[in-house]
């Protein structure tokens, strides 16, 4: 069973910055298509950014583009999540996600993943 291990949250005042890192327990792992979702107090888990296994093709949330870059490194198993520019809403448990095989449709949506972590808090204080 394939486990995906995030790491970098933490705590960063407004206008800071944070990278995040996913890594994949299966060294032959080679998911179509990875993601970052998260999930603030109160409220449904949202999708952030994905990335396919050429990194040729992302997709970002509009709350978080031009702030927020999405990256992978093949050789290593692992995804980045750059976030600059936080802002408090950006406060929440941020997941990373992957898809196995591509179904000819870019993934999304959370039931398009097939493996998660176990997440990582971002607090932004104000």
């Known amino acids: 069973q394939v486990q995906l291990v995030e790491s970098g949250g933490g705590l960063v005042q407004a206008g800071g910055s944070l990278r995040l890192s996913c890594a994949a327990s299966?060294?032959?792992?080679?998911?179509?298509?990875m993601g970052w979702f998260r999930q603030a107090p109160g409220k449904e888990r949202e999708f952030v950014a994905a990335?396919?296994?050429?990194?040729?093709?992302?997709n970002y949330a509009d709350s978080v583009k031009g702030r927020f870059t999405i990256s992978r490194e093949n050789a290593k198993n692992t995804i980045y999540l750059q976030a600059s520019s936080l802002e408090p809403e950006d406060t929440a448990v941020y997941y990373c996600?992957?898809?196995?095989?591509?179904?000819?449709?870019?993934?999304?949506?959370?039931?398009?993943?097939?493996?998660w972590g176990q997440g990582t808090q971002v607090t932004v204080s104000s």
């Open positions: 996600a992957a898809q196995d095989y591509g179904t000819g449709r870019f993934p999304l949506q959370e039931y398009e993943y097939d493996y």
């Open positions: 299966e060294g032959t792992f080679s998911p179509y298509a």
């Open positions: 990335i396919n296994y050429s990194g040729g093709r992302v």
